[in-house]
């Protein structure tokens, strides 16, 4: 794609780019491709041209790599063209959100920056951009504006850019033709509704008649004169206020993810989800208590916005809110996660890049814990809790059979094992009444309390302290939950078997039947929901 001039206008005065531009810019056998990025040089970015939300996207560093990576975005994207490009490898990823009527006038509701993503998928956004001087950020507003009507663009959009902080510069990433999830974060800064202003642009009325428009300009609202968008006149100045965006908002998505295993998708039924709007921070779910998410659906199910008069206030309001939500279910979520990357040094100062969260995920940067102790001695106590109301449950159902049940039903002294943190557990549990245990390990010993909750959880009674606590299986582990802390408890893995993590689709196999595979080498390959 590298200096397309090859462009036409059409009947209507709108820019296009010929089809065999397109097809020149683009690459559609690996061979060609391998020639392209050779010339570029790497690392470089191979991209299929209709792909998106993280699929059809590889970042390649040799050529050893390439043909694999070619062929996987070939297989998410069927028949679609590639990009290869050269990798910006300390950026930001900023957008620009535009607006433009049926008449030709289009305008930017200022920006949003969308740099904290893994697997190029966005998790953290912010509204408006703050790491772009001033006078670069217009420039890029001024060329998204510019955009828009060489193309004869209508209703919302954004346009992509790559930003680099170390010497200023912009690249142009793309033009997204609609509404991205996002963009509560532009209307609370901008005060403009904007699925409500691309139903009024989709009925013909044009940008000056739209109220909130209107306003944002410092124009009467209910007035019906020009607005001189461009401020091209030197009268403009005095009618109308430049547009400017009002506080910071920061967006958080919540997905269905493991973090601690590179933000692995999951999904199944939700027990029970806690969360309280307020003031400054507002949240919506597709998935309520009761319900779940099938290997089928996209990963996220929440989205939280907190505001604030600046970065910092809108950032110290969302921490407090995502330690306060409470989701309980058979899957994992990135709530902990989230709060420990809002707290790094690094975001706080606002010196991340859009490869921040990978290396973050390749150093196996983790979520806050509880600690050590208080996990095994919770976790050993709650699995122990769990075989014994198990045992009971069955004694009961026997009793009102009429049939007589095993004394096995009645046993009081439970083995349990497991490993936490690399560290193999084996503890003799012992139960001395109806709510009170002891717990042996390596000749020690501890007296715990268990209190059933009526939510399927246990109250864990330890050293004058209560906390509550609420297990669920997984695949060759026990989730262990905290006081809204997250631990894996695992079972001792058998070499002789390859197991998925969780359901999804088998791609290919990365090796062939019969092949040496060497430690930490990839040997399949499977999609996973989004």
Same mark, same amino acid.
Request: net charge negative; hydrophobic share 40%; charged share 25%.
């Given at each position: 794609?590298?200096?397309?001039?090859?462009?036409?206008?059409?009947?209507?005065?709108?820019?296009?780019?010929?089809?065999?531009?397109?097809?020149?810019?683009?690459?559609?056998?690996?061979?060609?491709?391998?020639?392209?990025?050779?010339?570029?040089?790497?690392? !470089?970015?191979?991209?299929?041209?209709?792909?998106?939300?993280?699929?059809?996207?590889?970042?390649?560093?040799?050529?050893?790599?390439?043909?694999?990576?070619?062929?996987?975005?070939?297989?998410?994207?069927?028949?679609?063209?590639?990009?290869?490009?050269?990798?910006?490898?300390?950026?930001?990823?900023?957008?620009?959100?535009?607006?433009?009527?049926?008449?030709?006038?289009?305008?930017?509701?200022?920006?949003?920056?969308?740099? $904290?993503?893994?697997?190029?998928?966005?998790?953290?956004?912010?509204?408006?951009?703050?790491?772009?001087?001033?006078?670069?950020?217009?420039?890029?507003?001024?060329?998204?504006?510019?955009?828009?009507?060489?193309?004869?663009?209508?209703?919302?959009?954004?346009?992509?850019?790559?930003?680099?902080?170390?010497?200023?510069?912009?690249?142009?990433?793309?033009?997204?033709?609609?509404?991205? $999830?996002?963009?509560?974060?532009?209307?609370?800064?901008?005060?403009?509704?904007?699925?409500?202003?691309?139903?009024?642009?989709?009925?013909?009325?044009?940008?000056?008649?739209?109220?909130?428009?209107?306003?944002?300009?410092?124009?009467?609202?209910?007035?019906?004169?020009?607005?001189?968008?461009?401020?091209?006149?030197?009268?403009?100045?005095?009618?109308?206020?430049?547009?400017?965006?009002?506080?910071?908002?920061?967006?958080?998505?919540?997905?269905?993810?493991?973090?601690?295993?590179?933000?692995?998708?999951?999904?199944?039924?939700?027990?029970?989800?806690?969360?309280?709007?307020?003031?400054?921070?507002?949240?919506?779910?597709?998935?309520?208590?009761?319900?779940?998410?099938?290997?089928?659906?996209?990963?996220?199910?929440?989205?939280?916005?907190?505001?604030?008069?600046?970065?910092?206030?809108?950032?110290?309001?969302?921490?407090?809110?995502?330690?306060?939500?409470?989701?309980?279910?058979?899957?994992?979520?990135?709530?902990?996660?989230?709060?420990?990357?809002?707290?790094?040094?690094?975001?706080?100062?606002?010196?991340?890049?859009?490869?921040?969260?990978?290396?973050?995920?390749?150093?196996?940067?983790?979520?806050?814990?509880?600690?050590?102790?208080?996990?095994?001695?919770?976790?050993?106590?709650?699995?122990?809790?769990?075989?014994?109301?198990?045992?009971?449950?069955?004694?009961?159902?026997?009793?009102?059979?009429?049939?007589?049940?095993?004394?096995?039903?009645?046993?009081?002294?439970?083995?349990?094992?497991?490993?936490?943190?690399? !560290?193999?557990?084996?503890?003799?549990?012992?139960?001395?009444?109806?709510?009170?245990?002891?717990?042996?390990?390596?000749?020690?010993?501890?007296?715990?309390?268990?209190?059933?909750?009526?939510?399927?959880?246990?109250?864990?009674?330890?050293?004058?302290?209560?906390?509550?606590?609420?297990?669920?299986?997984?695949?060759?582990?026990?989730?262990?939950?905290?006081?809204?802390?997250?631990?894996?408890?695992?079972?001792? $893995?058998?070499?002789?078997?390859?197991?998925?993590?969780?359901?999804?689709?088998?791609?290919?196999?990365? $090796?062939?039947?019969?092949?040496?595979?060497?430690?930490?080498?990839?040997?399949?390959?499977?999609?996973?929901?989004?």
């Amino acid at each position: 794609g590298d200096g397309i001039k090859d462009t036409f206008l059409n009947d209507l005065g709108h820019l296009e780019v010929p089809d065999n531009a397109y097809q020149e810019a683009t690459t559609h056998n690996m061979e060609q491709g391998l020639k392209q990025a050779l010339r570029i040089g790497f690392p !470089v970015m191979v991209k299929a041209s209709e792909g998106g939300g993280g699929k059809g996207i590889r970042m390649v560093s040799k050529e050893t790599d390439f043909a694999s990576a070619f062929y996987q975005c070939q297989a998410e994207v069927p028949g679609s063209p590639i990009f290869i490009m050269k990798l910006a490898g300390e950026s930001r990823h900023l957008e620009v959100q535009v607006l433009a009527d049926q008449y030709g006038n289009a305008i930017s509701l200022f920006g949003r920056d969308c740099s $904290v993503q893994r697997r190029h998928q966005k998790i953290i956004e912010e509204a408006p951009v703050s790491i772009a001087k001033p006078e670069t950020f217009e420039r890029m507003e001024k060329a998204a504006v510019r955009l828009a009507r060489l193309v004869g663009y209508v209703s919302a959009g954004t346009v992509e850019y790559l930003y680099t902080p170390a010497d200023d510069k912009f690249y142009f990433l793309e033009l997204n033709p609609r509404l991205q $999830v996002e963009h509560p974060t532009t209307e609370m800064v901008s005060g403009v509704n904007l699925p409500a202003a691309q139903l009024l642009v989709s009925m013909g009325i044009p940008l000056h008649r739209i109220r909130e428009i209107r306003h944002l300009y410092g124009m009467d609202p209910n007035g019906t004169s020009p607005i001189d968008f461009e401020f091209s006149s030197p009268q403009a100045i005095d009618v109308q206020r430049k547009p400017q965006p009002k506080g910071h908002v920061i967006a958080v998505r919540i997905t269905a993810e493991n973090p601690e295993a590179g933000f692995k998708p999951s999904s199944g039924m939700m027990q029970s989800l806690n969360f309280r709007s307020s003031t400054n921070v507002w949240g919506y779910f597709s998935v309520s208590a009761n319900g779940g998410l099938h290997e089928f659906a996209d990963s996220q199910f929440g989205h939280i916005f907190s505001y604030g008069a600046n970065r910092e206030q809108a950032r110290q309001s969302m921490v407090v809110a995502l330690k306060e939500i409470s989701i309980r279910g058979d899957f994992r979520t990135t709530v902990e996660y989230l709060v420990r990357l809002l707290e790094m040094p690094d975001f706080r100062s606002n010196a991340f890049t859009t490869a921040w969260l990978d290396r973050l995920i390749s150093d196996h940067l983790t979520a806050e814990r509880p600690d050590p102790e208080l996990a095994v001695i919770c976790g050993a106590t709650c699995m122990a809790h769990n075989d014994s109301a198990r045992l009971l449950g069955e004694f009961k159902l026997a009793m009102d059979r009429g049939q007589a049940p095993n004394k096995a039903l009645l046993k009081t002294t439970f083995l349990v094992e497991f490993i936490y943190e690399g !560290v193999r557990y084996r503890f003799i549990a012992n139960r001395t009444g109806p709510t009170g245990w002891i717990l042996y390990l390596n000749g020690s010993k501890v007296s715990v309390g268990v209190r059933a909750l009526s939510d399927g959880g246990a109250l864990v009674l330890l050293d004058g302290k209560s906390h509550a606590c609420y297990t669920s299986a997984e695949v060759g582990a026990t989730r262990l939950l905290i006081n809204e802390r997250t631990c894996l408890l695992e079972e001792e $893995v058998d070499p002789t078997q390859l197991r998925s993590p969780s359901p999804g689709k088998l791609v290919r196999f990365l $090796v062939d039947s019969g092949d040496h595979v060497k430690c930490g080498e990839a040997y399949a390959e499977i999609e996973v929901m989004k």
